[in-house]
């Protein structure tokens, strides 16, 4: 499944890299949940409801690091499904 390091480094072969990205598909109810959202969100609403939660789950404002990387990981999701 890996290249042969070079210098320290592990690559995917182009197939499977490219199954990875084929494979992933946004979980669109779950994204929406973590940000607070019913489905019929639109792409502001989604921009919103992120910036509002991360003030309080941003690691520099004394929040969860990973808690912050779901957030941000869901926003992301989000943003694709909408």
Not at 20 to 31: A, K, L
Not at 42 to 65: C, N
């Amino acid at each position: 499944m890996y290249h042969r390091p070079i210098r320290g480094r592990f690559y995917l072969h182009r197939e499977d890299a490219e199954a990875i990205v084929e494979s992933h598909e946004p979980d669109t109810p779950d994204c929406l949940d973590t940000l607070g959202l019913d489905r019929s969100a639109t792409e502001d609403d989604v921009r919103q409801a992120f910036r509002a939660r991360s003030k309080k789950l941003h690691p520099d404002h004394g929040g969860d690091p990973a808690a912050f990387r779901r957030l941000r990981g869901a926003y992301e999701d989000a943003l694709e499904a909408v």
